[in-house]
């Protein structure tokens, strides 16, 4: 498939997130075919330095192979499964090694399939705090000057970046 093909089936078909979709007729998306370490490969070979890690969850780089065994051994045992009422030893193991890292200090964790999604559990899990706590009033949050937290109502919410508000 040529770049312009695909930019054009990409304009009918994907809603681009943090993207002005009036602006793709001008300016079409990268075509993007694979990734290398920090660099992104377009479908011509040109290669991009990828300064913000595809939204900060690359932090190992694009097709890390120690990372791609992991999870294929994953995918070959267990590929998901919910924690919601059920368990497996990978999530246990990984609770502990975090809790040990704080010293003990954190209890328990909460598994969130991305950052909007962590940010979103934390303000939930803030909100319920203090509601537990005997004190529902406190129910506000401050965020930080041009921030940004993801996409979800609660993760926006706390942005302070307005392009994404």
Known sequence: MTAPDLAQRSRAAVWHPCTQMARLADVPPLPIARGEGPWLIDTDGRRYFDANSSWWVNL???SDK?????IKAQLD?????????????????????????????????????????????????????????????????????????????????????????
Request: net charge positive; hydrophobic share 40%; glycine share 10%.
């Open 66 to 70: 120690p990372l791609i065994d992991a």
């Open 77 to 165: 045992t267990l590929p998901h499964v919910m924690l919601a009422g059920c368990t497996h030893e990978p999530a246990v193991r990984l609770a502990e090694r975090l809790s040990a890292r704080t010293g003990g200090a954190l209890g328990h964790v909460f598994f969130g399939s991305d950052g909007a999604s962590a940010v979103e559990i934390a303000l939930k899990q803030s909100f319920h705090s203090w509601k537990n706590r005997g004190q529902p009033e406190k129910r506000e949050f401050v965020c930080l000057k041009n921030s940004y937290h993801g996409e979800t109502l609660g993760a926006l919410s706390v942005t302070d970046v307005q392009v994404f508000r």
């Open 60 to 62: 190992f780089g694009h």
